[in-house]
Every structure is written in C-alpha cells, then in structure tokens.
C-alpha cells in the first residue's frame, strides 16, 4: 500500500475530475516560474482559468484547441495577481509537466470515470 493509503469510493467520487478544451493561452510574466494562463472550456461548468508551469514543454499555439483533464472543484486560489480555478493535472519528469489529454475526443464536461 502507498504512504497515502487506501480511499473510498466515495472520497473519489468528491474529486470533480472533468474534461476541458483549450479555447485561450496568454503570458504570465508575473509568474515565479516560467508558466501561462490558460482559459478551458468545461462545458455545462463553464470556462475556467488557470495558470500552469508547463512553457518548458507546450507553447502556446500547441495548446489552444487541445483537450485536457482538470480538476475543477478545488477552491480558487491566488497566484499572484491571478485567480486560478482549476488544477490543470499532468505528470512531473525532469523535463517539465506533461500534461494529461484524451486520447480521443469527449464532451467537454465529461467527468473522469
């Protein structure tokens, strides 16, 4: 078992894991690290924004349109001068964060099963 044992159905049922498409991407200069403020379609849950550190993998043009996985019922959270509202999830390497996408296109919406 991990250091972080075992969860119920129920506590993952919590975890509003949905998917999302790309619609805008700009700077974050501001921004400790190298990141960008991304804009993502959720469907029925809106358009949301985040701000990821993910410049050292994705340029902007790479991003907009694609589908991606985020969670979406975390609290808002200030980053410096911007509100994220969402985790954008991905895997860390030494490389940078690879993001997690769909393999092929879903509603956007769809909530992780």
């Not at 959720?42 to 907009?64: E, N």
């Not at 991606?68 to 985790?87: R, T």
């Amino acid at each position: 078992m991990s250091e972080q044992g075992t969860i119920t159905w129920g506590d993952f049922e919590k975890v509003l894991i949905c998917a999302g498409t790309v619609q805008r991407v700009e700077e974050f200069p501001e921004a400790r690290k190298p990141a960008w403020k991304l804009w993502v379609d959720f469907g029925p849950h809106g358009i949301r924004k985040t701000s990821a550190q993910i410049k050292h993998l994705y340029p902007a043009d790479a991003l907009v349109g694609r589908q991606i996985v985020g969670v979406i019922n975390f609290p808002p959270k200030q980053v410096g001068p911007f509100v994220s509202e969402f985790l954008l999830t991905g895997f860390p390497t030494e490389d940078g964060v690879v993001i997690t996408t769909i393999e092929r296109p879903v509603p956007d919406g769809t909530r992780l099963a």
